[in-house]
């Protein structure tokens, strides 16, 4: 209980550091690839995404979606992965290689679809090497390079926003 402690305190550690030494660079490249972090302890519907997704022209090759769940629950969606708190290690370290493996994608955009204040869900995001990240309205707003202020439970505002803002930015 005392070694999950610090290693949650490691862990935000690594976070701020992160976080602190973060640059944006917004170009009006077109998204071509789309990566997805979301919590399905908060929105479990992710056949929305996948909707969405196809709005926006991205094809289901160039779709990610990262899920992600507080509970170790086993094969909590068929079709895809979900990570938890145990693939994490002390300091941000990843210790599941398929995670891993989608945090280094280049992904054109990543939504972060999540409220809670969950570190490891947060390392997820600050660790992708995504060239535009956009989030739902969270405590750090560090997170994301463009902020749209809706609940989960709004997803189709939330689409429609980051649509417009696509839209406006030239990368659609």
Do not use: H
């Amino acid at each position: 209980m005392i070694l999950q402690g610090f290693k949650e305190k490691s862990n935000k550690k690594y976070l701020n550091k992160l976080l602190s030494n973060r640059e944006t660079n917004v170009t009006d490249d077109k998204v071509e690839s789309l990566g997805i972090v979301v919590n399905v302890d908060e929105f479990d519907d992710i056949e929305q995404f996948v909707n969405f997704s196809e709005t926006i022209n991205i094809r289901s090759n160039k779709l990610k979606i990262i899920t992600f769940s507080e509970n170790e629950k086993e094969d909590l969606l068929s079709w895809d992965s979900c990570f938890n708190p145990a693939d994490f290690g002390w300091n941000g370290s990843i210790k599941n290689t398929e995670l891993d493996t989608l945090i280094s994608k280049n992904f054109d955009l990543l939504i972060s679809y999540y409220t809670k204040n969950i570190t490891e869900i947060k390392l997820i995001t600050a660790l992708s090497k995504a060239k535009f990240k956009i989030g739902i309205y969270q405590e750090d707003e560090r997170l994301n390079d463009l902020i749209i202020k809706t609940t989960v439970k709004e997803f189709n505002l939330f689409k429609d926003e980051v649509i417009k803002y696509l839209t406006i930015l030239n990368k659609n």
